[in-house]
């Protein structure tokens, strides 16, 4: 089995507590959540043989500002980023003056904005869905989704909680939630060209996967329970790259949670193509993209992870620009050092791509022996202690 990552970019949702490098991991295991992880360390640690690929297969220009960029992806990535690092990243910020890149300019247009929160994307995808119907003289259809509820008995009959009210009131709206956990829109805003974004591995061999991007191409669409006119078929096609040809989405049925207009939450039954408008998308589904026009905007940047996520999307200094600048606060995030458990992790894996590298060309003395990475690193430590101390 063959594990590929990067501790460099974003952990789980929940940070550095939840991911196999955190330290309270294995410390409480009253909870199952807590056993599994605990489980999950263990296994992680059995995981003896690494490579470290440092190649960069992203950034290949090979200017001045690009050797900037690659510097400051690495010092980056250890949360350790000079005065001269912020001084380039400074200079890639959008700019009307003459010599600055500026977003304005024909290679950044219609690009995804990275960012932070999903209420920025949302936003960001809205009103981009309108300027770009305005600008290719259409009208932005609405395709609603089909929504159902969970039967709930009730001890009176006659009676109707304030949660049922809600609840029924919520499915008959035509301005359904987009307020749920998974993030299927209540309503999609289409027009033909609009740029979006797959939402689901559909058909991984067509190359409609999640977080893939194109345009859309046509549609079909009937009346749904509620007279509202809801997608039956999406056809989208695929960025260059891809095969050239027009992929057909359907909608799929999800069980998502919905927050009520009394803040309190419930589980309906969502039917709707997962795709979204793609004018905005989060640090999350940025990764594993090469961008050659890539638009960060750093305004809530939560982390030197998140950031450092975000950069490495860039194929090229040239095409990357930053959006409201690196404030104070953003500075300090990325230059106050990584967490020692990170630290820790980075340096280890350093170890075992050492003791894999003499593994593999043979030369690794047969007495440094390890069923786990810690038994591993201390016999590796051992022996090249004991060839330091001995007299020459």
Not at 80 to 101: E, W
Not at 285 to 292: C, E, F, N, V
Not at 329 to 337: A, D, M, N, V
Request: glycine share 8%; with cysteine; charged share 25%.
């Amino acid at each position: 089995m063959i594990f590929t990552g990067d501790f460099a970019q974003l952990p789980p949702i929940r940070g550095e507590g939840a991911s196999l490098y955190g330290r309270h991991i294995g410390q409480k295991t009253t909870m199952k959540t807590a056993q599994d992880q605990a489980l999950g360390k263990s296994l992680w640690h059995q995981v003896t043989n690494v490579v470290i690929l440092r190649q960069n297969m992203r950034q290949r220009e090979q200017s001045t500002e690009d050797g900037y960029l690659r510097t400051a992806l690495e010092n980056l990535r250890y949360n350790a980023c000079t005065q001269k690092d912020l001084q380039f990243l400074d200079s890639r910020v959008t700019s009307m003056m003459k010599g600055r890149t500026s977003v304005t300019e024909k290679g950044f247009r219609n690009v995804s904005v990275i960012t932070s929160w999903n209420v920025h994307k949302d936003e960001t995808n809205r009103l981009g869905s309108i300027r770009f119907a305005n600008e290719t003289g259409q009208q932005l259809t609405d395709f609603y989704s089909e929504d159902s509820l969970r039967r709930i008995a009730n001890k009176h009959p006659n009676d109707i909680s304030e949660d049922q009210w809600h609840r029924r009131k919520l499915i008959h709206l035509k301005e359904i939630s987009d307020d749920t956990d998974l993030k299927i829109p209540g309503k999609l805003s289409l027009c033909i060209g609009l740029p979006v974004m797959i939402r689901r591995n559909a058909a991984t061999e067509l190359g409609i996967t999640k977080g893939q991007e194109g345009t859309v191409y046509a549609w079909q669409s009937c009346k749904g329970s509620k007279g509202q006119q809801v997608l039956d078929t999406l056809f989208v096609t695929l960025f260059e790259g891809l095969p050239l040809n027009v992929v057909p989405l359907g909608p799929t049925k999800n069980r998502v949670c919905v927050n009520l207009p009394n803040n309190r939450r419930t589980m309906i039954t969502r039917e709707q193509v997962e795709v979204l408008p793609n004018f905005a998308m989060t640090d999350y589904a940025s990764q594993g993209k090469t961008r050659p026009f890539n638009v960060v905007d750093l305004h809530k940047c939560k982390t030197h992870q998140s950031l450092y996520t975000w950069l490495s999307r860039s194929a090229s200094a040239a095409g990357t620009i930053i959006l409201q600048g690196l404030s104070e606060g953003l500075k300090y995030k990325i230059t106050k050092g990584a967490s020692g458990a990170l630290r820790q992790e980075f340096h280890e894996l350093e170890l075992l791509d050492e003791i894999t590298g003499l593994r593999f060309e043979g030369t690794l003395p047969s007495n440094i022996t390890g069923l786990t990475r810690n038994e591993l690193i201390m016999a590796y430590r051992k022996h090249s202690l004991d060839k330091t101390s001995r007299p020459s």
